[in-house]
């Protein structure tokens, strides 16, 4: 009888501990907020932040809750005055975290999407420092340059602003 006890939980514990873990019940969804600014020519901005949880094999760890690689991407976009999508910008900012204690911004990456030809790339510039990743883009307009700069900052508990 103890035979087949001990047989049975060694196969039990060699079960657990070789099916791995399924990655869709320790991945959350992806949060989103967006903010809407108008213009004085008539135009609007439209702002939205993603956040979107890092699918590193160390996400599922004892550890995850305190330290965490996170993306979190900012879309600026212009409409004109005829709700007509002009351009948009989309800074990403991957950032490392230890909660409590740290964090810093270890990369950042910018593109530029024009779709109405009335408008062009003047400059941008986009770079990270310390915990902040920033992007600053000038479109123009015939003669007219328009300056948006967004910036995306972790702090040592993991909230972005």
């Known amino acids: 009888m103890k035979r087949i006890l001990t047989c049975l939980f060694m196969l ?5 501990l070789t099916i791995p873990p399924t990655a869709s019940a320790a991945t959350p969804m992806p949060t989103t907020k967006t903010t809407i600014t108008r213009d004085a020519d008539g135009g ?3 702002e939205t932040i993603t956040e979107t949880p890092s699918m590193s ?10 330290a965490a690689t996170v993306d979190r991407t900012k879309h600026f976009e212009y409409y004109n005055s005829n709700n007509s999508l002009c351009w948009r910008y989309s800074l990403t900012g991957t950032f490392r975290y230890i909660t409590g204690f740290s964090a810093v911004c270890a990369d950042a990456r910018a593109k ?7 408008y062009s790339l003047y400059d941008e510039k986009h770079s990270y420092s310390g915990s902040t990743a920033t992007g600053t883009i000038k479109v123009r307009r015939r003669t007219l340059i ?5 910036s995306i900052t972790c702090s040592k508990n993991g909230t972005f602003s």
């Open 12 to 16: 039990t514990l060699t079960a657990c």
């Open 44 to 46: 609007y901005y439209v």
């Open 112 to 118: 530029l999407s024009i779709y109405n030809s009335a």
């Open 57 to 66: 094999p160390f996400s599922v760890s004892p550890y995850s809750s305190i």
């Open 146 to 150: 328009k300056s948006k700069t967004i």
